[in-house]
């Protein structure tokens, strides 16, 4: 069966990665959880989410590894994404996520980003780094839930997973385990309703998460803007008008007036 995602809202591109170039981001996932895990000084924190190995998920990989950046501008993914997308793809978020052993590593039904609505539509990168299938969690999902549009949700606090989908709207007898090999990548709608099991399998399940948006609005909840298709002047001219800068004195040239300011009054004191 082929999905596709503008019917489905989820398609499975096969085979993308090798295992050549998969192996040394595998060792680095490694490194990391272990890093992670043993508590150490994390340099990043103070610009990025920090990682949570508990609840089996590492933050902002990409921001941190250019290995990690490199999977995400894998060109057979943006040409998909470049059919939902269109030609200007902008990062929105990236983290690891795996399953957490002799956790409750499952993932309850949601849509992601439920809480921002408002912004403009996500659509998701999801690369297996592993063989992925039922036994070791794989994602499971209900074709075609995309088209109903954000659901009701409810928020549970202190959980990894909180803004659930309220149960009425999920209907899992139409659910399907998406099962991959290390290498394919899972393209899907934020808006497509998906979970997964909690699983006690010794298989590691780990996927490279890589969230996109368009130019409509530049959005980052954290970090630096990062570009991976587009964005050029003539398409951000279309996109966002000709409209002149509300405040033309750049920001920074403000602050070093500022600083400036306050070194005069400093003198003019002595
Ligand atoms: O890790 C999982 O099983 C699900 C993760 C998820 O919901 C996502 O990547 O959007
Ligand atoms: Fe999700």
Not at 39 to 50: I, Q, S, T, V
Not at 69 to 93: H, Q, T, W
Not at 114 to 127: G, T
Request: glycine share 4%; proline share 6%.
């Amino acid at each position: 069966m082929e999905y596709t995602v503008q019917n489905d809202g989820f398609t499975i591109l096969k085979n993308i990665f090798s295992d050549r170039q998969l192996s040394p981001v595998r060792k680095l996932v490694e490194e990391s959880v272990e890093y992670c895990e043993k508590n150490l000084n994390d340099p990043f924190e103070k610009y990025f989410l920090p990682h949570r190995a508990e609840t089996g998920v590492l933050y902002d990989l990409l921001q941190r590894n250019p290995l990690f950046l490199e999977l995400a501008s894998n060109p057979i993914i943006l040409d998909e994404l470049e059919k939902s997308l269109g030609k200007d793809i902008a990062l929105y978020e990236n983290s690891l996520v795996f399953k957490p052993k002799e956790k409750n590593n499952a993932v309850p039904w949601h849509q992601d980003f439920i809480n921002r609505s408002k912004e403009p539509i996500k659509f998701m990168a999801w690369i297996a780094l592993d063989d992925i299938r039922k036994e070791n969690g794989a994602m499971k999902v209900i074709p075609g839930s995309h088209k109903k549009g954000f659901l009701p949700w409810h928020r549970v606090k202190g959980a990894a997973y909180h803004d659930l989908v309220n149960e009425e709207f999920v209907e899992e007898d139409k659910a399907v385990y998406v099962e991959l090999e290390a290498g394919d990548v899972l393209i899907f709608n934020q808006l497509l309703l998906h979970a997964s099991d909690k699983v006690s399998s010794e298989k590691p399940r780990r996927a490279f998460r890589v969230s996109y948006q368009n130019m409509e609005k530049l959005n980052t909840p954290r970090g630096i803007p990062i570009v991976f298709r587009g964005c050029n002047p003539s398409s951000l001219y279309q996109k966002l008008g000709a409209n002149p800068r509300k405040n033309n004195s750049p920001s920074q040239f403000k602050y070093l007036l500022q600083i400036l300011g306050k070194k005069l009054i400093e003198i003019s004191k002595k």
